[in-house]
């Protein structure tokens, strides 16, 4: 629950948070403080230059009469500039990280792998060794909870892997106030946390660290059904250009039972598709009936990882070469599914690759 409110519960409080700042001046002021507001998404995340934007917060909340009504402002106004705060630069610092504590507390004391009765990683485990290798999960479904429990928060997987950066959404790494908190913390010398860029993933490549990726991003989770076993992968092709120009290794690996965690809404998929092809998750789900941002209970998480696929090192690789060998890994993940289908307790499952 800790984790989920991290990536959801902030979605929509700084939009509440501004409506609030400018609510006391009608609708003229509402417009006025989202605008200022939208501003953080084109000025550099640095508090040079973010600092006026908040201040043009503040003095909104400020001018709105005196009484209940400006008190309200000035709580919201407050409140939406420590969120601006908890995703920008000090000028001292990069991040609010890393804090030990933090991870020993999701991963050992609560456990949440505990939360299913079943969550493990499996398959090739005697091939994981460091270097130049990006493991490349499937499926993301709605939470990434085999991702997640599996190797995100798998200590002994980061050990044997070397030091590992997970690579994930760029506006949910770095724009989300409390999920950024939560991953700045998570940074340690086995693993780091950082947004999914071509920028981000080029220099990681260069200096050859171990990488882990969900490919099928936004896309996959809004083809997700519960029962269904679907990964979006047919136009996903660049990360294997980038491993083809650093000589990199690819690593498959599936999660059993994610696509089981929620039910899901299907309808309206080509808008959700398009949704997703600007970063904006188009899903509805329900899980847990007490709870239904918790995924259902009594659901194993198997992940298992293939052997590594290896490919050759092409500075320069071409259309050919890129489809080349983005065949082989649908392939291989093809074969890694129906290998471990039957272990996994789903042995007439078909894996579908849209």
């Known amino acids: 629950l800790i984790c989920l409110t991290g990536w959801v519960g902030c979605i ?16 003229a002021g509402i417009v006025l403080s989202y605008a200022i507001f939208g501003l953080i998404l084109v000025v550099p995340a640095k508090w040079t230059w ?23 402002a000035i ?13 920008t630069a000090g000028p001292y610092r990069e991040s609010w990280g890393p804090w030990p504590w933090f991870f020993d ?12 009765p079943g969550s493990h990683l499996r398959g090739a485990l005697d091939q994981i060794a460091p270097g130049r290798v990006l493991y490349s999960v499937h499926p993301h479904g709605i939470f990434t909870a085999g991702w997640t429990w599996n190797m995100f928060w798998n200590s002994s997987f980061h050990e044997a892997a070397g030091r590992i950066g997970f690579l994930l959404d760029a506006n949910l790494r770095n724009n989300s106030p409390l999920f950024r908190l939560f991953l700045d913390w998570y940074e340690a010398p086995t693993r780091w946390a950082g947004a999914a860029t071509k920028d ?26 519960r029962g269904r076993d679907r990964v979006y992968i047919k136009k996903r092709a660049g990360f294997i250009k980038y491993c083809l120009q650093y000589g990199y290794r690819i690593v498959p690996a599936y999660s059993f039972g994610e696509s089981d965690t ?9 808008f959700r598709l398009w949704l997703a092809s600007y970063n ?5 789900f329900s899980g847990f009936p007490l709870c239904p941002i918790l995924p259902y209970t009594g659901v194993s998480l198997l992940t298992y990882i293939g052997p590594p696929i290896i490919l050759p090192t092409i500075e320069e690789p071409t259309s050919a070469d890129v489809d080349k060998w983005h065949a082989v890994y649908m392939e291989q993940l093809q074969a890694l599914f129906e290998r471990h289908k039957a272990e996994a307790g789903r042995p007439e499952a078909t894996l579908e690759l849209w």
């Not at 999701?106 to 299913?116: A, E, H």
């Not at 904006?280 to 509805?284: A, E, K, M, R, T």
């Open 75 to 87: 709580a919201s106004a407050a409140g939406l500039c420590v969120c601006i705060g908890m995703c």
């Open 262 to 270: 929620y039910s899901t809404f299907s309808s309206l998929l080509g």
């Open 50 to 72: 973010r600092l006026p934007v908040c201040c043009a917060l503040l003095a909104v909340a400020y001018a709105t009469p005196s009484g209940e009504s400006q008190r309200c």
């Open 12 to 27: 929509p409080l700084p939009p509440l948070l501004a409506f609030g700042t400018g609510a006391g001046h009608g609708a």
């Open 105 to 116: 507390l999701i991963s050992k004391r609560l456990d949440g792998r505990t939360y299913f």
């Open 200 to 225: 981000v993933m080029k220099r990681s490549m260069e200096r050859g660290e171990t990488l882990a990726l969900l490919p099928g991003g936004f896309q996959e989770a809004c083809i997700c059904a």
């Open 280 to 284: 904006i998750p188009g899903v509805l």
